[in-house]
Nanobody, 116 residues
Framework: VQLQAFGGGLVQAGGSLRLSCVPSGKIFNINLMSWYRQAPGKQRELVAQITSGGRKRYAEFVQGRFTISRDNADDTLNLQMNNLKPEDTGAYLC???????????WGEGTLVTVSS
């Protein structure tokens, strides 16, 4: 199974984008779904996570601006990003952990660019 992330683009500061991460097939026993981002020259950082039980966790720098959600019908992972800031610029990647050993699947990034 592969993950396809899309929805990135160029937006002005204060604008919004909605990212989606779609699996190519069924992933059984999903434990955790996450969005990460990586800005040029910086380390990858966690943006938001949602557990199999629906519990959500956000990085402090996106609290109140971003919302993570999961479509249980097809396991699509979404990230609604509002009030975007230039420092939100980067490649956004999705990750799914599943099974007894939390096997991780990574999607290719979708690029978000926020202009000031």
């Amino acid at each position: 199974v592969q993950l396809q992330a899309f929805g990135g683009g160029l937006v002005q500061a204060g604008g919004s984008l909605r990212l989606s991460c779609v699996p190519s097939g069924k992933i059984f026993n999903i434990n955790l779904m996450s969005w990460y981002r990586q800005a040029p020259g910086k380390q990858r950082e966690l943006v938001a996570q949602i557990t199999s039980g629906g519990r959500k966790r956000y990085a402090e720098f996106v609290q109140g601006r971003f919302t993570i959600s999961r479509d249980n019908a097809d396991d699509t992972l979404n990230l609604q990003m509002n009030n975007l800031k230039p420092e939100d610029t980067g490649a956004y990647l999705c990750e799914v952990q599943s099974g007894r050993f939390n096997r991780a699947i990574w999607g290719e990034g979708t690029l978000v660019t926020v202009s000031s």
